[in-house]
């Protein structure tokens, strides 16, 4: 699942926002190059980072950030049509349009790089047609590098070049749109062999007493669980939770793993 | 903006829609002329991570050349072989020649040049799973315009990752009134829960080529989507069987 997360819901992600900007300037930064950008408090931060900044999360189980992009609207800026101009065959105008949104800082961790981030990394590129969609977006402009360029197109978004690539100064870059559509987003679950529910978008107050993590546990069991089960479960949980409250953790992992095992037999 | 850029913006724009491998090429070709380019290949040089054999997947005009190349077993001697596995950017015949130190190394570039071609252009397409293979353009003429060298870079992407599938999916058995062969091998793993990519690996096509074969049964039973598409396979009866294959 990918985790929504926006300007009303930030105060549940503080400490996945912060660790997100210090994987920025390890990728971008260390690991690419881009020297000229900006750094604060230990993470990179560029004009885009403002209330209209919506990010997306891929989650590990312990709630460190796996996988992160960046979409916004493009109304007031845009990193494309305000600096790469030239890689557009039509107007700057034509991307600073309402309905327009932008993806950018789409990063991995090294762990989901390869063959097998695959599939996670397939969410988030889906989770970003998905999520612009609810926000009304017609489409999502984005530049990439051009050796990168058969990552876009594997990925099966319904998209198209802009314009002609030009070098900057990290490379050969080329710009791209993406038209998200229902459809779209139906056909890039399949392909992808991903299941529902792909969003989740926690209200500010719908997390007080468990951290975004354990909730998209709770998400993808209410997914799959009717009312009356999750219901059981939840009891279950809470027995279990006294239970292992005057436990050791290995004697805790111990009886999870006996109710395992009992269930699965 | 010159014809060549226009050329250039053509193919990125309108190249994928071209409905078979000849075509496809056709527009390529008419792009990449506009630089001198007149020969170019797609070959396959390692999976997974590893090196295999070197493998002519697609091109025209370098059969020959490529096969010869691949007897003589070039690739060991070769410096733009070298570059293919530690570049991402497009670097051309005439960069790498200084680095051809040993009289086999010189060999490869003579004898490439004895085929008429004065200039190669080598884009290193590097897959996100580990994939490497490289697009060749190879020109008659002595040199080319490096600042194109980024447009040839985009241009040769596309034409690698369209012209896979539709390379691929020109190699398979058609079954009149049924499914191919092929397209047999995909819906059985497709209809057991398989991505495309994990159809892919099993089936050693690339995850574009599993994705075509399912978007043309689907456009072809005139279904939306994979769920229709196996009812709909099942209702005529033309479900593979567990011993399709």
């Known amino acids: ?265 | 903006m010159t014809p060549a850029q226009a050329a250039a913006l053509e193919f990125l724009q309108a190249g994928p829609a071209a409905s078979d491998l000849s075509a496809f090429q056709d527009r390529f070709e008419a792009a990449i002329r506009h630089h001198g380019f007149s020969r170019y290949s797609y070959v396959k040089l390692a999976e997974h991570g590893q090196p295999i054999v070197p493998r002519l997947a697609f091109g025209r005009g370098v059969e020959q050349w490529a096969a010869y190349y691949i007897e003589q077993g070039f690739g060991a001697h070769d410096p733009a072989m070298a570059g293919i596995f530690s570049n991402t950017r497009p670097f051309a015949w005439s960069e790498v020649q200084c680095q051809a130190e040993t009289p086999e190394a010189r060999r490869v570039f003579a004898e490439a040049q004895s085929t008429g071609a004065r200039e190669g252009l080598l884009v290193p397409i590097h897959g996100a799973a580990g994939e490497l293979a490289s697009v060749l353009m190879i020109s008659e003429e002595p040199g080319f315009d490096p600042k194109a060298k980024t447009t040839l870079h985009a241009m040769a992407m596309l034409y690698a990752t369209l012209g896979l599938p539709l390379a691929e999916i020109e190699d398979d058995e058609p079954r009149p009134g049924k499914l191919t062969k092929r397209e047999t091998e995909c819906v059985h793993w497709i209809a057991r829960g398989k991505s495309d990519w994990d159809a892919s690996v099993i089936l050693g096509i690339s995850e574009s080529t599993v994705n075509m074969h399912i978007e043309r049964i689907k456009r072809r039973l005139g279904v939306r989507n994979r769920p229709q598409m196996i009812y709909e396979l099942f209702r005529r009866g033309w479900l593979p069987r567990e011993d399709a294959y």
């Open chain 1, 1 to 265: 699942m990918i985790h929504v997360v926006k300007l009303e819901n930030r105060g549940l992600y503080a400490r996945q926002l912060e660790e997100m900007h210090q994987l920025r300037k390890a990728f971008f930064i260390e690991e690419r190059g881009w020297s000229d950008r900006t750094t604060r408090d230990g993470g990179e931060f560029d004009d885009l980072d403002d209330d209209r900044a919506v990010y997306l999360f891929g989650l590990e189980t312990d709630g460190s950030i796996g996988l992160s992009a960046r979409i916004r609207p493009t109304g007031d800026k845009s990193m494309l049509a305000d600096h790469f101009p030239e890689l557009l065959s039509e107007p700057a105008s034509e991307v600073k349009a309402p309905g327009v949104w932008e993806l950018s800082r789409y990063f991995a961790a090294p762990r989901h790089r390869g063959r097998e981030g695959l599939r996670r990394n397939m969410e988030l590129r889906t989770a970003v047609v998905a999520s612009a969609l609810q926000r009304g977006a017609r489409r999502v402009v984005a530049v990439t590098d051009v050796y990168l360029m058969n990552t876009v197109i594997r990925t099966g978004w319904e998209h198209r070049f802009l314009g002609l690539p030009m070098s900057y100064a990290h490379g050969d870059a080329i710009a791209f749109d993406v038209r998200p559509s229902a459809r779209s987003v139906e056909s890039l679950m399949e392909r992808h062999g991903l299941s529902a529910p792909l969003l989740l978008e926690i209200g500010p107050t719908e997390a007080e007493n468990a951290e975004p993590h354990e909730l998209e546990v709770l998400a993808k069991a209410a997914a799959v669980l009717g009312q009356g089960d999750l219901r059981i479960l939840g009891k279950l949980m809470g027995r279990l939770g006294e239970l292992s409250a005057t436990m050791s953790d290995a004697e805790a992992d111990a009886l999870l793993q006996k109710v395992r095992s009992a269930l699965l037999s």
